[in-house]
């Protein structure tokens, strides 16, 4: 054999080994972007607040160069851990804030894993013409600062990162301090998702102790470009005042409705069933009814046989005075009862029922206290009204302009097109249960941040983007 041939036989035997290597690490991640001390890494949670920004911006840098399957790599694996975490994030989640239910919020972190929308949700504009190209693609705003709720804590959080993470952001979140510690453990599981898909750390970031001053540092802070504000009106107003772009997913108190020509059994399994979903703590759940005087009476007795309890009109004036605090002639909720499982809060009032009892029902006037504030509690005023056209009347007072959410059980399509119209808020379930809404038996993606004061509704991936137009005149035209 010739020397040339020994070295095109070493080479094919060089070549052979490698592609044998190759195949080997094929399922392995691509390590994109080495953690510089992985073994000590803060997996996102940073004693200062400031702390937390500039290491999501240092982030920020690496996720805009990545492509669009790198990011989708990492949501991949968000996804999966959350379905992995479910039930440890929803034991959390209850024993830490007291609120809810842990099968409910089990299922509310399966549904955010599997119909969140993720880089699919951004799309690129074009028109091409006689004049040339022009495009308009959705680029990321840099680094979010999100404030997140007690309520659904954890969700938000996984559901705001898979949407901002596509769109190429990176987040600095300030949860609610009732709920930090499920807060963390959803930072921590993004994080690690994006080190085991290859991509960087602190993808998003926490504060180990959020206080009102570190929201306030993050707001005002000169690198967040977008704020994205989901809870009270407090915290929305406060984002809205920032000088800054805001997103804000603020309060509702959504009525649902009830007319004649309704499917009255139906309605009645559905109402309860999304009232006391997770104890009424979703912002899009039925807080109240209005329901025509013609069916009233058999639309209650189906919520009872559907596990709601009936209380007297004395029962409800004494239910008030436990969930609400007086002070100094003006009334509060009495956080203590929010979210709580419906035979806890028929206990305090005297009334032994069984734990199979979830939702309390009772008839009262729009302005009864229990009707006109949103309570997050599963209890449901049922206001009696003489017709269609007084019940849509009352449900708009009763929304409070909120502009948030509103359900109506009918199978008259011209009622059902004219409160859609007349209450004019961001969703609107006909003939379902209200967490259809969020696609939980029905259609379309789930978000828990649910933008009516700003106007943007349900955001997704899209919401979290700017818009960029790239303009080429007389070229790329090929028409």
């Known amino acids: 054999m ?62 805009k160069i990545m492509t669009i399957e790198q990011r989708e790599a990492i949501i991949k694996k968000i996804r999966e851990k959350t379905i992995q975490n479910a039930k440890e994030l929803a034991r959390l989640g209850v024993e830490e804030t007291g609120m809810g239910r842990v099968d409910h919020k ?96 602190n993808i998003v970031t926490t504060v180990s102790s959020p206080t009102l001053e570190s929201c306030n540092i993050l707001m005002k802070h000169k690198d967040i470009a977008l704020i994205a504000a989901t809870g009270g009106p407090g915290v929305v107003t406060a984002a809205l005042s920032s000088g800054k772009r805001a997103i804000g997913a603020g309060a509702g108190n959504p009525p649902v409705v009830v007319d004649e020509t309704a499917d009255i059994p139906k309605a009645a399994k559905d109402i309860i069933d999304g009232a006391s979903f997770d104890n009424n703590l979703p912002c899009i759940a039925e807080k109240e009814v209005v329901a025509v005087k013609e069916i ?51 206990r305090a009032l005297g009334i032994e029922v069984s734990e199979d009892i979830r939702c309390i029902i009772f008839k009262g006037a729009k302005d009864h206290p229990l009707i006109a504030e949103e309570l997050m509690m599963p209890i449901l005023g049922v206001v009696e009204v003489e017709n269609f056209d007084e019940a849509v009347e009352v449900a708009k007072d009763l929304e409070h302009g909120n502009r948030h959410s509103a359900h109506m059980h009918s199978r008259n399509l011209s009622n059902l097109t004219r409160l859609s119209r007349e209450i004019d808020t961001a969703i609107f379930v006909k003939n379902a249960p209200s967490y259809a809404a969020l696609g939980f038996g029905g259609e379309g993606y789930c978000t828990f941040t649910i933008a009516s004061r700003t106007g943007e509704g349900l955001t997704s991936a899209k919401t979290f983007t700017k818009s960029r137009r790239c303009v080429l005149a007389d070229g790329l035209s090929i028409r």
């Open 296 to 346: 009233v009476d058999e639309l209650m007795y189906y919520m009872v046989q559907n596990g709601a309890y009936e209380i007297t009109s004395e029962e409800a004036t004494n239910l008030t005075k436990i969930v609400f605090i007086e002070n100094s002639g003006r009334r509060s909720l009495n956080r203590d009862w929010v979210g709580k499982d419906a035979y806890k809060i028929l």
């Open 2 to 63: 010739s020397v040339k041939e020994n070295d095109i036989e070493m080479i094919v035997k060089q070549v052979l080994l490698n592609i044998q290597n190759v195949s080997k690490s094929a399922s392995k991640p691509l390590n994109l972007f080495k953690s510089s001390n992985p073994l000590n890494s803060t997996l996102g949670v940073f004693d200062d607040i400031n702390d937390a920004i500039e290491a999501a911006i240092v982030a920020q840098k690496k996720v």
């Open 106 to 201: 089990i299922l509310k972190h399966q549904l955010l894993a599997n119909k969140t929308p993720g880089t699919e949700d951004i799309k690129t504009l074009a028109w091409s013409g006689d004049r040339g190209l022009t495009l308009v693609e959705m680029g990321p705003f840099g680094v979010i600062g999100s404030i997140t709720p007690s309520t659904n804590p954890s969700e938000t959080i996984l559901c705001n990162s898979i949407g901002m993470i596509a769109a190429g952001n990176t987040v600095v979140f300030n949860a609610h301090p009732s709920s930090n510690k499920v807060a963390i453990m959803a930072v921590k599981i993004v994080n690690e998702a994006s080190i085991e898909a290859g991509g960087p750390e």
